[in-house]
């Protein structure tokens, strides 16, 4: 390679068309919070993630209003494969999307991810029928691969820095999505009978009682999609014998030997599936996706149902006002105490200690139950929002240790592996979920955790399950470092 591949060594090398190195340039200028970066990922996980539990707070009524089933009890049954079948399209796709984010650039998948959610998240609010519910969902999930894209997009469009901020911004806002959905979907569904002066029932929001919330979300989308054309592509286009190397470019690496070479470009080659540090962080996040999940569903399907069978009696409104106090509240809670936590105490410790307070406050929930009037709804509140609270602590810590787990050159596909394992465990959630809520609504006077007990003990089985993979020697201790900087050191020592 000559003088070139010297300077590629030794050196930043920026190359003028390539828009990775364009990207590396303007942050190696920046001064302070880049604040537009952080909003322009915000906007597109909050698009990407609103569609996927807006449907929970009405989904009992819609499953309903199907006639599918004769009896109260079996409607969290079906209402489980409508919940699954937006995660079973996702897992089909989500390792492709990754690879397609690595090839053809981050910015292509986004577009395709936001411009689907128009779409097909407003065809879904026009169902009519059960299976109508089902295939819409399961097309919108094919298409929702934006989750791993945007993890390696916003891992590469800040500075190593600010790496907490962009995952905590990442979280947060997923976060947020997955509560302000429902509470979207919770205020907006059936609107001619909650606002009848506003909407009649001949209207089209009156025959089709849950379009004006996905219609909102799917507006909301398109302002998202058109944004979306402006974004700055991160992916970088060298020549190809440096692509073919499979490492990128820019970072500053000191390698003085033919041996070093060799090493540091094996490794780049290295099979995804071979990395342990990464594998770990992918099975201990779909674990927690199948816990996330199932509890977004129950808590709804539990908020809605009668107290006579052990639930709180809530309106599709009433869910959605818990849901929406919550994700205010966690704007702030995430974006300013997360990365000062992490950084004290690194990624591990704030996943683990955040899982561990998980458990004794879902067992409290059955108990909260018994309350009533003003007492029951603000015990509610504060229980809803310090779960979601340690949910987005323990989804960003995971965030970032997958980001650590691999070389920037692979981050695409490692999150699309990681967003493809989310999925089934997800799609296996709300139909578990539901079968479970189902059998246990059936079993009111049981002597061993009667009733909705029984479901919350299962969703903290998970949880500690998860307190137990975060500890050695399944989780290495090493994804709390990024790979880089790991591989920096390793050729300094080498060199």
Known sequence: MGDYGEALLNTKVHHENCPG????????????????????????????????????PFLYFMVRDFHITEQVEDIGFYAGFVGSSFMV??????YL???????????????????????????????????????????????????GTIKA??????????????MSVVGTSWGIGL???????????????KYPNTFSKDSLFGRFPYFLPCLCISVF??????ASFWLPETIHKHPLEEIEKGFDTSDDLEASDTETKKKRISTSRMSLFKNWSLMSTVIIYGFYSLHEISYTEIFSLWANSPRSLGGLGFSSEDVGQVLAISGFILLFSQLCIFPKLEKLFGPIHVARLASALTIPLL????????????????????ASLLKNALSLTIVTGIAILQNNSVPRC?????????????????????????????????????????????????????????VILTYEPFLPKSCAKPYDEIERENVKTVG
Not at 89 to 94: D, E, I, N, V
Not at 154 to 164: G, P, V, Y
């Open 97 to 147: 999307w990754g690879m397609a984010a690595d090839r053809y650039g981050r910015k292509p998948v986004i577009l395709c991810g936001v411009g689907s959610i128009v779409l097909f998240n407003g065809l879904f609010g026009l169902s009519n029928s059960f299976w109508m519910a089902v295939i819409t969902r399961f097309i919108l999930g094919c298409f929702n691969g934006l989750l």
């Open 363 to 382: 067992m409290c929930y059955p108990l909260i139950a018994m309350l009533t009037g003003f007492t029951l709804k603000f015990v509610i509140n504060v």
């Open 21 to 56: 190195c364009r990207v590396n340039r303007i942050k190696e200028a920046e001064r302070g919070t880049p604040f537009l970066n952080v909003f322009s990922i915000w906007a597109v996980i909050l698009c990407s993630s609103l569609p996927i539990s807006l449907l929970f």
């Open 89 to 94: 399209g996702r897992f089909l796709t989500s």
């Open 179 to 193: 509560i302000i959905g429902p509470a979207i979907g919770g205020y907006l569904a059936q609107p001619a009978e």
């Open 410 to 466: 692979q981050r695409g596909a490692a999150n699309g592996i990681s967003l493809t394992a989310m999925s089934l465990f997800k799609a296996i959630g709300p139909a578990a979920g539901g079968a479970i809520f189902s059998w246990a609504q059936k079993r009111q006077h049981a002597s061993f955790l009667p009733g909705d007990s029984m479901v919350f003990f299962f969703l903290c089985l998970l949880v500690l399950l998860l």
């Open 221 to 226: 989308a398109f302002v998202v999609f058109i």
């Open 153 to 166: 997009y916003a891992s590469e469009l800040f500075r190593e820095d600010h790496q907490a901020l962009a």
